[in-house]
């Protein structure tokens, strides 16, 4: 175990005893002053991007878009409710998201964050120390309606994105101190957080996208792997650090609860932490340790939430098999070490495809997420597959990411790191011999960064767990342990280097920090508030509605009505639904999909016009008629049958009754005993774009 004074920053030039406690203090409000900037930057970010305070209500929430405002909805509910208690109880009977299911969205959901945000709001309010600030009238112009907006921590949305802010203020914080330690030194953790500054676009997206799951478990997770680094760090024969132990176990419990996600983030750990156990980097007991901890906040998850499907999850197969393996190996004595290992690795491998294997014959949930890696492998294709590959969040990372980072230094200063980190390896292994030369705590954090990088060239959106890691394994370069090698002992030259790569990161940071904060933008989307001003006002409030999974998020979000589908992807029975749905948007004759429509009980059926006539800007193959063409290897294009949705659209709509259509929108009428329909103010173009 490291001596008392090495606890906190080993290799840091300590301070003396009387001003080690000044220090520590400087440490700490140098982190939350950092973290506090960020939560201004965030929120000032997002305010400009949308003009956010001269919303209406409906305005604020349609900007919510896709999977953000069915978590929004959650929330709103608990906030509009009397008592927490009372919204508890109706997000714990929702018949609302998934029509014809009664499920309990607490469990199914990763709804942890609205849950404590609910909480927290009737908390004060109850306690009378939040309240509306002020509010005023907005003039909207283009013969609109004037909106009445309001501001202050008493409105629910308000004080939903300042739990947002703040959840964003931890990030920073995190990872000033998670740089600093692994760099050891106070230069590593400002160098690698003006990386993160300079880079903003490409490590997070809070700024646009408050709602996300990222935004509430990304901070959590980070806060797990710097756990995970110290305890690689403080562990030795003596002991383990059980105070880093404890802190790592509550942050995956938070995380999984948080983000369905996690459990493949913690799943890319797991086989970092046993490629360095295989390479005798660290000990076989100290990896049973973090499995056995890892293990307990899995149940402890599955007992709070409805989350069982971890069991059936690649992390717990390869969780399971390793852990049990792990301690086979120490009652398999008669072995060589080499032998050990080799067979260890075969095993691991192979028992955790057999399980995982076993798990997916009763359990497709996460199949959409295996299918996804191997349609980027291969050739595979599928309709849920397509549906991900033709975003652009989706598709492999694009050479200006690359740019970007190359720009302001962070990729050169990365790279940099892990050969100086490689160097004094092989420089240690002349006197320490394999495998004291190396430091568990760094080759643990360059496997978790190459498996980030991985999964970022793979989905861009990854990206965003790749950058921020970029960050602090950039900060490492100014490390007292690498400067002190190179002869700069002295404090001021130390300063100076330091200094001097600021100033070259700084030249085209600057410049990508000023061009975010230049970005002046103001919501609006006259068609889709007014199709929801439409629903509020002429159909009955148990009207069950369908169509794109992203609108109708909206949709619940803003007028309370039942959906059959969401975009909840992740589901297997919600996959299943929207490729229902989405067979209006397909060759299939009207009367089919009508009776399709009818047996999941929809009531109305949302069309818009970019998915009936096609989008521009997208890549060939990716309009929705073509997804479709691919399910039926073409068949029905071969027999000449036209694409259902534009025939819908432009007003032969039999057996569906048209109830209201304008410039971007129509709404069908399956039960049309009556209807409305208002006429666009523009004409409908009258062909399909194939």
Same mark, same amino acid.
């Given at each position: 175990m490291?001596?008392?004074?090495?606890?906190?920053?080993?290799g840091?030039k300590?301070?003396?005893?009387?001003?080690?406690y000044l220090?520590? $203090?400087?440490?700490?409000?140098?982190?939350v002053?950092?973290g506090?900037f960020?939560?201004?930057h965030?929120?000032?970010l997002?305010? #400009?991007?949308?003009?956010?305070?001269h919303?209406?209500? &409906?305005e604020?929430e349609?900007?919510?878009?896709?999977?953000?405002?069915?978590y929004?909805?959650?929330?709103?509910t608990i906030?509009?409710?009397?008592?927490?208690?009372?919204?508890?109880?109706?997000?714990?009977?929702?018949?609302?998201?998934?029509?014809g299911?009664?499920?309990d969205?607490t469990?199914?959901?990763?709804?942890?964050?609205? $849950?404590v945000a609910?909480?927290?709001y009737?908390?004060a309010k #109850?306690?009378?120390?939040?309240?509306?600030?002020?509010?005023w009238?907005?003039?909207r112009?283009e013969?609109?309606?004037?909106?009445?907006?309001?501001?202050g921590?008493?409105?629910?949305i308000?004080?939903?994105l300042?739990?947002?802010w703040y959840?964003?203020?931890?990030t920073?914080? /995190?990872?000033?101190?998670y *740089?600093?330690y692994?760099?050891?030194? &106070?230069?590593?953790?400002?160098?690698?957080?003006?990386?993160f500054?300079y880079?903003?676009?490409?490590? =997070?997206r809070v700024?646009w996208?408050?709602? $996300?799951?990222?935004?509430?478990?990304?901070p959590?997770?980070l806060f797990?792997?710097y %756990?995970?680094?110290?305890?690689?760090?403080?562990s030795?024969?003596?002991?383990?650090?059980?105070?880093a132990l !404890?802190?790592?176990?509550i942050s =995956?419990?938070?995380?999984?609860?948080?983000?369905?996600?996690?459990?493949f983030?913690f *799943?890319?750990?797991?086989?970092?932490?046993l490629?360095?156990?295989w390479m005798?980097?660290?000990s076989?007991?100290?990896? &049973?340790?973090i499995?056995v901890?890892q293990?307990?906040?899995i149940?402890?998850?599955?007992?709070?939430?409805?989350r069982?499907?971890?069991?059936?999850?690649?992390y717990?197969c390869?969780?399971?098999?390793s852990? &049990?393996?792990?301690?086979?190996v120490?009652?398999?004595?008669f072995?060589s070490t080499? !032998?050990?290992?080799?067979?260890?690795?075969?095993?691991?491998?192979?028992c955790?495809?057999?399980?995982?294997?076993?798990?997916?014959?009763?359990?497709e949930?996460?199949?959409?997420?295996?299918?996804?890696l191997?349609?980027?492998? =291969?050739n595979?294709k599928?309709?849920?597959t397509?549906?991900?590959t033709?975003? *652009?969040?989706?598709?492999?990372?694009q050479?200006?990411?690359y740019?970007?980072?190359m720009?302001?230094l962070l990729?050169?200063? /990365?790279?940099?790191?892990?050969?100086l980190?490689?160097?004094f390896?092989y420089?240690?292994?002349k006197?320490?011999g394999?495998?004291?030369?190396?430091?568990a705590?760094?080759?643990?954090?360059?496997?978790?960064?190459?498996?980030?990088t991985?999964?970022?060239?793979?989905?861009?959106r990854?990206?965003?767990?790749?950058?921020?890691?970029l960050?602090?394994?950039?900060? =490492?370069?100014?490390?007292?342990?690498?400067?002190?090698?190179?002869?700069?002992?002295?404090?001021?030259?130390?300063?100076?280097?330091?200094?001097?790569?600021?100033? /070259?990161?700084?030249?085209?940071? !600057?410049?990508?920090?000023?061009?975010?904060?230049?970005i002046?933008g103001e919501?609006?989307?006259?068609?889709?508030?007014?199709?929801?001003?439409w629903?509020?006002?002429? @159909?009955p409030?148990?009207?069950v509605?369908?169509g794109?999974?992203? $609108? %109708?998020?909206?949709?619940? !979000?803003?007028?309370?009505?039942?959906?059959?589908?969401n975009?909840?992807?992740?589901?297997?029975?919600?996959?299943?639904? @929207? %490729?229902?749905?989405?067979?209006?948007?397909?060759?299939k004759?009207a009367?089919?999909?009508?009776?399709?429509?009818?047996?999941?009980?929809?009531?109305?059926?949302?069309?818009?016009?970019?998915?009936?006539?096609?989008f521009?800007n997208?890549q060939?193959?990716?309009?929705m008629?073509?997804?479709?063409?691919l399910v039926?290897?073409?068949?029905?294009?071969?027999a000449?049958?036209l694409?259902l949705?534009?025939?819908l659209?432009?007003?032969n *709509?039999?057996p569906?009754?048209? /109830?209201?259509? #304008?410039?971007?929108y129509?709404v069908?009428?399956?039960?049309y005993?009556?209807y409305?329909?208002?006429?666009?103010?523009t004409?409908?173009?009258?062909h399909?774009q194939?």
């Amino acid at each position: 175990m490291a001596a008392d004074s090495d606890k906190r920053f080993k290799g840091v030039k300590k301070p003396r005893y009387k001003t080690m406690y000044l220090y520590e $203090l400087a440490v700490n409000l140098i982190g939350v002053a950092i973290g506090l900037f960020h939560r201004w930057h965030v929120s000032t970010l997002f305010e #400009n991007d949308r003009h956010f305070s001269h919303l209406s209500e &409906i305005e604020r929430e349609m900007s919510f878009r896709t999977e953000m405002g069915m978590y929004y909805y959650y929330y709103k509910t608990i906030a509009e409710s009397e008592t927490f208690m009372d919204g508890l109880r109706k997000i714990s009977h929702d018949n609302i998201s998934e029509y014809g299911n009664v499920i309990d969205a607490t469990k199914k959901y990763s709804l942890m964050p609205e $849950l404590v945000a609910g909480y927290l709001y009737h908390f004060a309010k #109850n306690l009378g120390i939040i309240s509306v600030e002020q509010c005023w009238q907005v003039e909207r112009g283009e013969g609109l309606p004037p909106v009445t907006s309001c501001e202050g921590l008493g409105v629910p949305i308000y004080f939903y994105l300042e739990v947002v802010w703040y959840s964003s203020m931890f990030t920073v914080v /995190a990872l000033f101190c998670y *740089a600093m330690y692994l760099g050891n030194s &106070i230069r590593s953790g400002i160098v690698a957080t003006l990386f993160f500054f300079y880079n903003h676009n490409e490590c =997070t997206r809070v700024q646009w996208t408050p709602p $996300l799951r990222e935004s509430f478990a990304y901070p959590l997770l980070l806060f797990q792997i710097y %756990m995970v680094t110290v305890i690689l760090r403080k562990s030795s024969a003596l002991g383990h650090d059980v105070d880093a132990l !404890l802190k790592m176990g509550i942050s =995956t419990i938070i995380s999984l609860c948080c983000w369905q996600f996690s459990q493949f983030v913690f *799943a890319t750990q797991i086989i970092a932490l046993l490629i360095l156990k295989w390479m005798r980097i660290i000990s076989n007991d100290l990896y &049973i340790c973090i499995c056995v901890v890892q293990g307990w906040s899995i149940m402890l998850v599955m007992n709070v939430t409805d989350r069982n499907p971890l069991l059936y999850s690649l992390y717990f197969c390869l969780l399971f098999t390793s852990c &049990i393996l792990s301690f086979a190996v120490k009652f398999s004595k008669f072995l060589s070490t080499k !032998l050990q290992t080799i067979l260890e690795i075969i095993l691991t491998i192979v028992c955790t495809k057999c399980l995982k294997s076993f798990f997916s014959s009763i359990y497709e949930d996460d199949a959409h997420v295996f299918n996804l890696l191997k349609s980027k492998l =291969t050739n595979y294709k599928d309709f849920h597959t397509m549906l991900y590959t033709c975003s *652009a969040e989706f598709d492999f990372l694009q050479f200006r990411s690359y740019e970007a980072i190359m720009k302001t230094l962070l990729l050169p200063c /990365a790279v940099l790191a892990g050969v100086l980190a490689v160097y004094f390896w092989y420089r240690n292994y002349k006197t320490k011999g394999y495998p004291k030369c190396i430091d568990a705590d760094l080759a643990y954090n360059g496997l978790q960064t190459g498996a980030f990088t991985i999964m970022a060239i793979f989905i861009m959106r990854l990206k965003l767990f790749m950058n921020p890691h970029l960050c602090i394994i950039a900060g =490492t370069v100014c490390s007292n342990k690498y400067l002190d090698k190179f002869g700069l002992k002295n404090e001021m030259m130390k300063t100076a280097v330091t200094i001097l790569l600021i100033s /070259a990161m700084s030249y085209h940071g !600057l410049e990508k920090l000023q061009e975010e904060r230049s970005i002046i933008g103001e919501y609006s989307n006259i068609e889709q508030e007014e199709l929801f001003e439409w629903i509020k006002g002429n @159909t009955p409030e148990h009207a069950v509605f369908a169509g794109k999974m992203s $609108l %109708m998020a909206n949709l619940m !979000l803003s007028t309370g009505r039942p959906i059959v589908n969401n975009p909840y992807y992740e589901s297997k029975e919600m996959r299943d639904r @929207t %490729m229902k749905v989405y067979e209006i948007f397909s060759r299939k004759d009207a009367a089919s999909v009508y009776f399709s429509l009818r047996n999941m009980h929809v009531g109305y059926v949302v069309l818009e016009k970019s998915l009936c006539f096609g989008f521009a800007n997208l890549q060939a193959g990716c309009q929705m008629i073509d997804l479709w063409d691919l399910v039926d290897n073409g068949t029905a294009k071969a027999a000449g049958k036209l694409p259902l949705c534009p025939l819908l659209f432009r007003g032969n *709509a039999y057996p569906f009754k048209r /109830a209201f259509v #304008n410039n971007r929108y129509v709404v069908l009428q399956l039960d049309y005993s009556h209807y409305v329909e208002l006429k666009p103010k523009t004409s409908i173009p009258l062909h399909y774009q194939s």
